[in-house]
């Protein structure tokens, strides 16, 4: 069966940094587009970065840019978020999400499988 597991989340104090992974497992996601999506408690699930098969295309929503850098491993079938600076708001559970290709996209209704989610909580 095809799973997304999500793993890194954590209590971090603000200024500090997490790398969330994803992993995929049942078959090879080289040729598929990849996401990070975050809700927090009373909001709706929004978009944080987005990577293509090809590597070097990527996406960031404009609250996380410059802090944020989302990589792949196709070898692994890995997805990373590093994320550096956190800030209180970025608490939220954080979710991987797998898109078929081509493009990527900012919208949660385009993507095609989801992890279950890692919690990130950022003190002050």
């Known amino acids: 069966q095809v799973q997304l597991v999500e793993s890194g989340g954590g209590l971090v104090q603000a200024g500090g940094s997490l790398r969330l992974s994803c992993a995929a497992s049942?078959?090879?996601?080289?040729?598929?587009?990849m996401g990070w999506f975050r809700q927090a408690p009373g909001k709706e699930r929004e978009f944080v970065a987005a990577i293509g098969w090809i590597a070097g295309v990527r996406s960031y929503a404009d609250s996380v840019k410059g802090r944020f850098t989302i990589s792949r491993d196709n070898a692994k079938n890995t997805v990373y978020l590093q994320m550096n600076n956190l800030k209180p708001e970025d608490t939220a559970a954080y979710y991987c999400?797998?898109?078929?290709?081509?493009?990527?996209?900012?919208?949660?209704?385009?993507?095609?499988?989801w992890g279950q989610g890692t919690q990130v909580t950022v003190s002050s």
């Open positions: 999400a797998e898109r078929f290709g081509p493009t990527v996209s900012r919208t949660r209704e385009d993507y095609d499988y």
């Open positions: 049942g078959r090879s996601f080289s040729a598929h587009v």
